[in-house]
């Protein structure tokens, strides 16, 4: 991947984490400098300022997020729940 595709990405995660945590009542976004390249693999780390989600509802959105990233063919790209600011 080259830094403006890891740059997209991140930024169709982040989108797509406000309207599903906005869906839930929640606020989730990508931590800002949490982001990692290594060996092929993109880590997004994900965080919320709340801790009114459960983990099984954070779990599911970021499930449902990879998943729709390697409908579209973006693949090796792990959302990693982060505990900065939240309950979770």
């Known amino acids: 991947m080259t830094p403006e595709q890891i740059q997209q990405i991140i930024e169709r995660v982040n989108s797509r984490l406000i309207t599903l945590g906005r869906g839930r009542g929640v606020d989730l976004h990508v931590e800002k400098e949490g982001s990692t390249f290594d060996d092929d693999w993109l880590y997004v780390s994900v965080e919320t300022t709340t801790d009114k989600i459960r983990v099984a509802d954070f779990a599911e959105i970021l499930s449902e997020i990879e998943a729709e990233l390697r409908q579209q063919g973006v693949?090796?790209?792990?959302?990693?729940?982060?505990?900065?600011?939240g309950g979770v």
């Open 75 to 85: 693949n090796n790209v792990l959302l990693v729940p982060s505990h900065a600011g």
